[in-house]
């Protein structure tokens, strides 16, 4: 069965560092999202991403953070200078069409902010 | 942002025994709403929707109920299993095709 793959599983970095997150979606997906979930806390929407931009964004998704679609597989997301409670599980998923509500996400990165 | 909410944080029945798991919603705009069942390390896995023009949808041992005059849906799993414990989020969707999760509900099926 396909499926959305990210690297690292475990990211730890040091406070105003840079991180890049990876996320390899589904093949012939359209849509792709990143989502996060602070330990003990909700799942919470960042961004939409379709047809090579933003489609939506929520107010977590300020200027330190931006995502990218460099190469036509990867869907990557940056955190410019990374603070504390940045420290997440960043979940990718992806979505062939509007209508396929089932999204299929990855496992997830965990990034630990020291 | 609590457009999606599940007030119990926890759950636990018995091998067998029905489990029901609620959510409330807020937005009126929602025209779509799901369930995901996820497992620690592992990323959340769709289980069953329901759109909001239905009132109910069944795959199995799964249904969800929706009542839409009281933005409130249900999740009922029936027989449980201890395989089906897990965190269960409840999500919707609107029209602007980014889903809201709530927070999530532990379930423990005792064998």
């Known amino acids: 069965e396909p499926e959305v793959t990210q690297t690292p599983s475990h990211q730890v970095t040091q406070m105003g560092q840079e991180v890049i997150l990876r996320c390899v979606p589904i093949s012939n997906h359209l849509y792709f999202y990143w989502y996060r979930q602070i330990l003990g806390q909700k799942v919470e929407f960042l961004v939409s991403f379709y047809n090579n931009e933003i489609s939506e964004k929520s107010e977590i998704f300020d200027d330190q953070f931006s995502v990218e679609r460099p190469d036509g597989s990867n869907f990557t997301l940056k955190i410019r200078s990374t603070k504390l409670e940045d420290s997440a599980m960043y979940f990718c998923a992806s979505t062939l069409t509007v209508n396929n509500y089932g999204y299929t996400f990855g496992s997830g990165t965990r990034l630990t902010v020291v | 942002d609590q457009q999606v909410k599940q007030n119990s944080p926890s759950l636990s029945v018995q091998e067998g025994r029905i489990s029901i798991l609620n959510c409330d919603y807020t937005?009126?705009?929602?025209?779509?709403f799901l369930w995901y069942k996820k497992y620690p390390a592992e990323g959340p896995t769709f289980l069953i929707s329901?759109?909001?023009?239905?009132d109910k949808n069944e795959d199995g041992r799964f249904t969800v109920f929706l009542n839409k005059s009281a933005k409130h849906l249900s999740l009922h799993i029936v027989p449980s299993q201890p395989g089906d414990s897990a965190v269960y989020f409840c999500a919707a969707r609107g029209n602007n095709n980014d889903m809201r999760f709530g927070a999530g509900t532990r379930l423990t099926v005792k064998p």
């Open positions: 937005n009126s705009m929602f025209d779509y």
């Open positions: 329901i759109s909001s023009i239905k």
